[in-house]
């Protein structure tokens, strides 16, 4: 009987290793928090971060996941590095206390709360978003995911696009309402390598 | 309607000039005329950020700081007898604020540099807020010191790709030239005392500072605005006409007020072309 449960036992162990939750770290250079915002009622101008960081958690048979994004406000880029007639960028512009305050609030974060699942993979993250020293609860729907098996050098890598809804006054960010649309769209483009 | 109360030049011009001409014109008798400086900056807020102290940031502080130094320049003007101690101390109280203002900003500096950039924050507020004091007495020398600032300040933070404090200064110089035009109607000088001066020197320090620290004004312009007040204590004779010597200190006002801007410019652009 020993021997039988021992067996079981040995039998088991590999599927619990497997379940266990497998941590990935967020890869800067393929993860962009990107947003779109409303310009006059007339057309959407996308900006992004380029510089983030953070970590990912996922645990498929308990179907529990997590995630901790970490933005620096200093890298916004809309797109617009050009002075041409100006004094100043638009970009310049988004990093004052107008805006992001990237002085004042050098990092906004990103961490999930509730992930819920459908099937295998994280279908809506629910979390709270942390931006000029306000923190709301978002929710993120995630319109794909997948993870690539580790091969050669390669490790496993997971990733996916998560797109959600913010006002940005509920941050206190309320400069240029409404010619500037209060309501911004979020599109994160994510990408994170296995530990 | 609406669309209107959302121009920026209605919010930061139009509007403060409205509200301190009616609220100076109102209160022209009183000594309470100069809170039209305080009026107008709360209208222009009002219109734009709204009032929210959560999180207090450091420019939510500048606005809490200018109301709260208004109040104060009342109260210290009430005093039965306003000692000559005021000005040195409300001076010296201006330097002791203003590091606190941008305390979360300076907190995230290397400790020397930290102290260096505090050092040089109370420093400037408290020579600014001195320099506008030392006018208190002159409601015209005030009018012209307060266009001149709120105009330089404003133009060079917008220059520095801040419209917020664009918009504080065009709040602040639209008050300052509406309490002109009250003086001019009534044909006299409405004393601004602490009510205006330290609300209005230490509020341009704080823009200035912030122009610097949360956007993209480079520090070594800030005594620059400093020409403002010294040049409208330039000679201009209480007996001329009150509106030729009140264009005589305006005109020296905005020749200052020039200097800073064109630095701010040539810095933004690289060149003055």
């Given at each position: 009987m020993t021997k039988r449960l021992f067996a079981l036992l040995l039998a088991i162990v590999p599927f619990a290793a497997i379940a266990a939750p497998e941590t990935y770290t967020i890869d800067p250079y393929h993860t962009f928090p990107n947003f779109t915002v409303d310009h006059l009622g007339i057309s959407t101008i996308y900006g992004r971060f380029n510089k983030n960081s953070g970590k990912v958690t996922i645990d498929r048979a308990a179907k529990t996941a997590s995630i901790e994004l970490n933005i620096e406000t200093a890298s916004v880029d809309t797109g617009d590095v050009e002075k041409g007639g100006r004094a100043r960028t638009r970009d310049e512009h988004l990093r004052t206390a107008d805006f992001f305050n990237a002085a004042e609030f050098p990092r906004m974060t990103f961490k999930s709360t509730k992930v819920a699942f459908s099937g295998d993979n994280p279908s809506v993250i629910e979390g709270d978003l942390t931006m000029v020293g306000v923190t709301k609860p978002v929710s993120l729907t995630v319109d794909r995911f997948k993870c690539n098996p580790a091969s050669g050098n390669n490790k496993e890598r997971c990733g996916g696009n998560a797109t959600g809804k913010i006002k940005r006054s509920d941050f206190g960010?309320?400069?240029?309402?409404p010619n500037l649309s209060d309501e911004v769209t979020l599109l994160i483009m994510l990408e994170a390598v296995k530990d | 309607m609406q669309q209107l109360l959302e121009h920026p030049a209605v919010q930061g011009g139009v509007l403060p000039l409205i509200v301190a001409l009616i609220f100076g014109a109102v209160f022209a008798r009183t000594r309470y005329a100069w809170l039209a400086l305080a009026v107008a900056f709360a209208t222009m807020i009002a219109l734009t950020v709204g009032f929210s102290f959560s999180p207090l940031t450091a420019s939510r502080k500048v606005t809490l700081v200018l109301l709260a130094a208004a109040l104060v320049g009342v109260v210290v003007d009430s005093w039965p007898s306003t000692a000559r101690g005021f000005a040195p101390a409300l001076a010296i109280a201006a330097g002791i604020v203003a590091p606190w203002v941008f305390l979360s900003i300076l907190a995230q500096r290397e400790a020397t540099a930290g102290y260096v950039a505090a050092a040089g924050i109370a420093a400037f507020a408290l020579v600014m807020t001195y320099a506008v004091m030392r006018l208190r007495s002159d409601g015209q020398r005030v009018g012209a010191a307060g266009l001149g600032l709120g105009l330089g300040v404003g133009i060079a933070a917008v220059l520095s790709a801040s419209i917020g404090f664009l918009l504080s200064g065009v709040a602040l110089a639209a008050a300052c030239g509406a309490m002109l035009l009250v003086q001019l109607a009534f044909s006299r000088n409405i004393v601004p005392g602490f009510t205006a001066t330290l609300p209005l020197g230490l509020g341009v320090a704080l823009f200035a500072i912030g122009s610097v620290l949360l956007a993209e004004l480079k520090w070594y312009f800030l005594p620059l605005f400093l020409l403002i007040p010294a040049a409208v204590a330039l000679p201009a004779p209480g007996n001329l006409p009150r509106i030729v010597r009140a264009a005589i200190l305006a005109g020296y006002a905005c020749v200052a007020a020039a200097i800073p801007i064109l630095a701010a410019w040539y810095a933004a652009r690289g060149s003055l072309s």
């Open positions: 960010m309320k400069f240029g309402i | -």
